[in-house]
């Protein structure tokens, strides 16, 4: 999946904005949720997208970990960037193996689409907006005032994390997929 969104997605007007096919995504899932065969090549690429969300909204206690919420909501109040990215830095050691590994590729996506933002119109804003709600929840139902804020302080922290992945992540991390 991240591979066709990575070499896909950068050339595509919108990914993770439009919705792919409501009823295709339902079929996908439950073959991919039974174990069965699914070519994505074949699929739109915005039913892959929609595929990817659903997948990393269905990981219990989301990829970013619900535990460690309170910490990445704070980390946009820090000081400068320095200080931003050491505490991303401190975080993301504190999450399993397997969601870093995630993050890395996922940011390694969003990346390269972002590199080519003036193509497919998404930025690292706007790939945030997309993304973000996707990543971290609160672990405890709010209002919706309280959801709004929090949503807009996981996008601001999505964006910073786009913007700044080769610094968090590594440089190798434009070089997870091959060339585009």
């Known amino acids: 999946m991240l591979s066709i969104l990575y070499h896909e997605g950068p050339s595509t007007e919108g990914i993770f904005r439009r919705s792919g096919s409501a009823k295709t995504c339902k079929e996908l899932k439950e073959k991919l949720d039974s174990g069965a065969e699914v070519d994505l090549a074949c699929e739109s690429i915005f039913v892959t997208a929609s595929l990817f969300k659903d997948f990393l909204r269905n990981i219990p206690g989301s990829i970013l970990s619900s535990q460690l919420c309170d910490k ?3 980390v ?3 000081g400068n960037n320095e200080e931003k990215i050491k505490s991303i830095q401190r975080l993301i050691e504190q999450l ?3 969601n870093v590994v995630l993050l890395r590729y996922l940011f390694g996506v969003l990346h390269g689409i972002e590199m080519r933002s ?4 998404m930025n690292a804003f706007n790939l945030a907006i997309c993304i973000a709600p996707s990543l971290l929840w609160p672990p405890v139902s ?3 005032d309280v ?3 929090f949503t807009k ?6 964006q910073f994390l786009t913007e700044n992945c080769c ?13 585009i």
């Open 147 to 149: 959801e709004s804020e």
């Open 142 to 144: 709010s209002t919706p």
């Open 96 to 98: 399993p193996r397997a």
């Open 153 to 158: 302080k996981i996008s601001s922290l999505v």
């Open 167 to 179: 610094r968090i992540f590594g440089e190798e991390i434009t070089s997870l997929f091959g060339e």
């Open 76 to 78: 946009m109040d820090q």
């Open 118 to 121: 003036e193509e497919n119109q």
């Open 72 to 74: 990445w909501v704070s």
